[in-house]
């Protein structure tokens, strides 16, 4: 520090300063990101698994995820969204076990390139809950998508009478785009294909 202060002529009150507004940048950088999650994301907007065309939609926060480090230029988006639609056999679910007491496990879909195993991207599948709640919830999503007969689809908060009430109170308004919300219901790949077509998604 004093050959720091030799060459640039700064004093001893100004590298405190500079180092105090660094730590501040430095944890404004850090909070922010989890203020924007807590105050603009929605905890509960639902993941879309579409069995028949093995395809999984996620419209979530930018900021609710794992990553440490964002474009500066995001902090001036807090209501962000990524939305994305991808393929079922390019996910796998992980339980990370946090070793602070104050940090619960959460259960990730890891996006993972197609074909290979090389992670791309991660779904906050299950933020909380106890540890059974969360393998629960996992082996009720494969066994969905893998057509298993014991899997009850009216066991939720809603039935499958109720979709149009469904999309009334978890879709609409959330920002999900026009195409992915008539592509939930697509039968098959061909479905999803004129839907897509219809829309000039490619």
Known sequence: MVIFMFLYGLNKETIVSLVVFII???????????FYKNVFSRMGNPIIFNRKTSKVYVNESYFFN????????????????????????DLHGVIIH???????????????????????DHVMLEPKGAASGRILIWNWINNFMMFYKSVNIDGGKYKTDEEAKFKTDMIEGEGWPEWMVE????????????????????
């Open 24 to 34: 501040d940048c430095a944890a404004l950088y850090l909070v922010i990101p989890g």
């Open 183 to 202: 592509a939930f219901n697509a039968t098959s790949l061909e479905e999803l294909a004129a839907i897509k077509q219809k829309y000039n998604i490619k």
């Open 66 to 89: 794992f990553k440490v480090l964002h474009h500066p230029k995001v902090f001036l988006q807090p209501k962000k969204r990524r939305i994305q639609e991808y393929d079922w056999n």
């Open 98 to 120: 946090n070793l602070l007491r104050d940090f619960a496990p959460v259960t990730l879909l890891m996006v993972c390139q197609s074909g290979t195993n090389k992670v791309i």
